[in-house]
């Protein structure tokens, strides 16, 4: 079936006696398209005349990280029917006038769901500048939300391990506080498994719907996780809503669009990987050859001055602890580990966060597959959602900190000087687990 625009929709509605108290009700799993038209000028007399948008207008509102978050922004929201007049205002904070943009129009099909997606790329804006930005179609318009686009070296950013979880309200209750205390912070990284089940799309709407304040002031870099990749049967396959949730800088390979990329933050080079080659080895039997292909060329590429990987499955693989469970796996170093690992000393790699195990453990500095102050310094930050595995990994030989088990949820803040990359852990209640920095 074709979708319904809004306005048929309320055309029809008009003529149906059925009235639903509340309003009416709809689910939603996404599809998305950047549109990027140029900018028209918006002025206050015309604002003066739209409405409010109103919960059935829109729903989950989120920022998403840029190649360059000097001059450009990309956002992301859902509505409940197809709004063809889809627009994004901006404006440089508390002023009179503003630019519009349009927005895509993009319908999802997902877990028996339909969903409305619209998605916009604002460009050419100034670095180190506050904005402000609101979502619209026709004569409605939302709130004003902020947005602050980056400069120099200095700056804070928010990690969030794997948020999978049955309800998200411990997602809710460790993101949420972390966003409190650190609202400086300029981005946050989501590492994978952001989901439970990719194909659940009640999940992606709690998901969203436990970190509406965040989401819409400050952008997501995410990468996906193998349970993005889950249908409601637990088996793998294309993980359709993920893709299309994230709008993601552009990694120049059509066929994995949305799943790595790469993007600059200050003196930062930060490549995003998707580890998912076990489980997309049915639909791209290639990932793993050309995401390494891609990676060397993209290093090769970058001047700044730091590169970070950040990548959900772990190098590293651990042992059973044997007071939980049985079993011979050794300590030693995953398939990933193994691929990347010797990729990421040749070309200078200075962090490599990491996540799959839900558990936090700081490495120190690994070169060669053994300890060595050159090599960079691996982190593998731990669990921010409901899904535990109390005290079921071994100590590795390679682990310098490990935190008091059976351990809780998590979140960390990196803070980036011209110098210095510091990485602190925090407890959701904000007690301080652990502290790891590279400086040169």
């Not at 950047?34 to 989950?60: C, P």
């Not at 080079?269 to 793993?288: G, K, R, V, W, Y």
Request: glycine fraction near 6%.
């Amino acid at each position: 079936m074709e979708p319904i625009s809004r306005r048929t929709f309320l055309k029809l509605a008009g003529l149906a006696a059925i009235g639903v108290a509340g309003g009416l009700a709809y689910e939603f799993i996404p599809g998305a398209k950047t549109v990027t038209h140029q900018a028209v000028r918006s002025t206050k007399a015309a604002a003066a005349h739209y409405e409010l948008t109103s919960d059935v207008d829109m729903l989950h509102l989120w920022q998403v990280i840029t190649a360059d978050s000097r001059t450009s922004r990309t956002i992301s929201w859902q509505s409940a029917l197809s709004e063809e007049e889809a627009v994004v205002e901006y404006r440089l904070k508390d002023a009179e006038d503003a630019f519009v943009i349009s927005a895509g129009n993009e319908t999802f099909t997902d877990d028996d769901t339909m969903t409305y997606l619209h998605t916009a790329t604002i460009q050419d804006l100034k670095p180190g500048t506050a904005y402000e930005y609101r979502i619209g179609y026709g004569d409605k318009r939302s709130d004003w939300y902020p947005l602050h686009t980056a400069e120099g070296s200095d700056f804070k950013a928010l990690i969030f391990p794997d948020s999978q979880s049955s309800d998200y309200s411990v997602w809710r209750d460790t993101a949420v506080p972390a966003y409190e205390r650190n609202q400086d912070a300029q981005f946050y990284i989501n590492m994978g498994d952001l989901v439970d089940n990719g194909q659940d799309h009640y999940q992606w709407s709690a998901w969203f719907g436990a970190i509406e304040k965040m989401a819409s002031a400050i952008p997501i870099a995410p990468i996906p996780g193998n349970h993005e990749t889950y249908n409601r049967d637990w088996k793998v396959r294309f993980p359709e809503a993920y893709v299309h949730y994230f709008s993601l800088p552009d990694n120049g390979l059509k066929k994995y669009k949305n799943q790595f990329y790469t993007f600059d933050y200050g003196d930062i080079n930060f490549i995003c990987l998707d580890t998912q080659f076990t489980e997309m080895e049915q639909f791209q039997p290639s990932l793993e050859a050309d995401e390494v292909a891609w990676l060397k060329d993209d290093a090769a590429k970058t001047d700044k001055k730091w590169k970070i990987i950040v990548m959900h499955k772990d190098p590293l693989q651990y042992a059973f602890n044997p007071a939980v469970r049985s079993g011979d796996r050794q300590n030693g170093f995953s398939a990933e580990g193994e691929t990347f690992m010797p990729i990421f000393d040749q070309i200078g790699v200075d962090v490599v966060l990491s996540a799959h195990l839900h558990t936090y453990r700081n490495r120190g500095h690994i070169r060669q597959f053994k300890r060595d102050p050159a090599g960079p310094l691996y982190i593998l930050t731990g669990v921010a959602g409901n899904v535990r595995y109390p005290s079921l990994w071994a100590t590795h030989p390679l682990d310098e900190y490990v935190p008091p088990q059976p351990e809780t949820d998590n979140y960390m803040v990196m803070e980036a000087t011209k110098n210095k990359l510091t990485f602190q852990c925090f407890l959701p209640d904000g007690t301080l687990l652990d502290t790891a920095s590279v400086e040169k």
